[in-house]
């Protein structure tokens, strides 16, 4: 058998299987769409949201966006949420009065020393006739 | 922020006055001593602890010896200008100078034996620990006083 005769059987064979298919497709998918419209009526959409979703989302566009502003930005705010919070104001005045009361003894005590030196002195004064010229010329 | 910001200020407030009061009550008993008019014994009878009885010994003691003291100095300040004078008017170590300078030397000596006399009568009349802690304190200024006024001669 020539070739050219060969090769119009193999296209006509092609030819038949492509025309089965589609008409099987198009029939099956009839056949779906009626059965999807049938089930649309029935089908409910259970969409569960993580716990604290949206504050999740919040903090990651607040960290996108502090990541990408000045040092002096991201502090102010930090200030401006942190110091809000109720529970925060006592505790902030509490540490502040114990640290500069901490420090007003110490230096007190400072104080205190070099004043007791001076007494001293001064004491010493009245007892030695030396210390007294000294001080006197 | 505003929030934060009074939150912040209120915290500064109470800071500085808790500062100033804590500051003031703890240097209060040592700047009454300081405006007292007889501090230096103010100070004595709480350093060293003396209890009434004691500081009124040592204080009418402090008076016995005031004089003692007050006529020290007086002779101190003579014998200082006349080695000064002496100092001054010569170009050589004359005789005289050198007689006012051991004059002066002996008084110094006898200002400090006077002094220690009294250091130790006054510790005589305290605890025994704060007694030597006394006589330790008093005692060193004794000699650095009298380095002190060594050199004042050379001024």
């Known amino acids: 058998m020539p070739n050219g005769v060969l090769n119009f059987f193999k296209g006509l064979a092609v030819l038949g299987c492509f025309i089965r298919v589609s008409g099987r497709s198009r029939f099956e998918s009839e056949q779906m769409n009626s059965d999807e419209n049938q089930l649309f009526p029935t089908w409910t959409v259970k969409v569960e949201i993580p716990p604290r979703f949206q504050a999740n989302v919040w903090a990651q566009i607040a960290a996108r966006e502090s990541s990408r502003r000045p040092l002096w930005d991201q502090l102010r705010d930090w200030v401006a949420a942190e110091f809000c919070k109720p529970h925060l104001a006592p505790a902030l005045v509490t540490l502040g009065l114990t640290l500069s009361i901490a420090l007003a003894y110490m230096q007190a005590q400072d104080t205190n020393v070099m004043k007791g030196k001076e007494l001293e002195a001064r004491y010493l004064e009245t007892i030695n006739p030396l210390a007294h010229m000294s001080h006197s010329t | ?155």
Request: hydrophobic residues 45%.
């Open chain 2, 1 to 155: 922020m505003r929030r934060a910001l009074l939150i912040l200020l209120v915290t500064a407030a109470v800071s500085l006055a808790g500062y100033l009061v804590s500051y003031e009550l703890a240097t209060r008993p040592a700047k009454c001593m300081m405006e007292h008019p007889n501090a230096g014994m103010v100070w004595l009878k709480r350093e060293y602890h003396l209890s009434d009885a004691q500081y009124a010994r040592i204080a009418q003691m402090h008076g016995d010896y005031r004089p003692t003291c007050e006529r020290m100095c007086r002779r101190i300040a003579e014998a200082n200008a006349k080695v000064r004078a002496l100092i001054d008017s010569n170009s050589t170590a004359t005789p005289e100078t050198e007689a006012a300078l051991k004059e002066w030397a002996l008084l110094q000596n006898e200002c400090r034996v006077a002094m220690l006399r009294h250091v130790y009568a006054v510790s005589a009349e305290m605890p025994p620990e704060e007694g030597r802690r006394y006589i330790k304190m008093a005692t060193g200024r004794i000699v650095s006083s009298g380095m002190e006024h060594a050199t004042l001669v050379t001024k």
